[in-house]
Nanobody
Framework: QVELVESGGGLVQAGGSLRLSCVAS????????LGWYRQAPGKEREYVAG???????YYADSMKGRFTISRDNAKIAVYLQADSLLPEDTAMYYC???????????????????WGQGTQVTVSA
């Protein structure tokens, strides 16, 4: 079993920034792929970004430019720097890691994922 604990969400004005953090523990390797999804009320879940153990990152097309994913393998942690935030970025942001072999281009599509409980990001206009 794997536990993922997110932090760093909050209320921010449009144009502001937040840095989300997630620490993983349990039955995974320190180089396991990690990533972020988000889900806004009434909307479908969206893939934000994923990162491999070697630091190679992938961003969903709509997320390129304002989001930066990074990781610390020693801590088995993943981070999401969100800049120039917009009201439409308001969502619950979830940290994920695949349960089996996967690719960062389709992290939780190729494989089932473990999910954190999420951290809420609210962007005011």
């Amino acid at each position: 079993q794997v536990e993922l604990v997110e932090s760093g969400g909050g209320l921010v004005q449009a144009g502001g920034s937040l840095r989300l953090s997630c620490v993983a523990s349990g039955d995974l390797f320190n180089i396991s792929p990690l990533g972020w999804y988000r889900q806004a009320p009434g909307k479908e879940r969206e893939y934000v970004a994923g990162i491999r153990g070697d630091g190679t990152a992938y961003y969903a097309d709509s997320m390129k430019g304002r989001f930066t994913i990074s990781r610390d393998n020693a801590k088995i942690a993943v981070y999401l720097q969100a800049d120039s935030l917009l009201p439409e970025d308001t969502a619950m942001y979830y940290c994920v890691t695949p349960q089996g072999p996967s690719t960062i281009e389709a992290l939780c599509t190729v494989s089932e994922c473990y999910w954190g409980q999420g951290t809420q990001v609210t962007v005011s206009a």
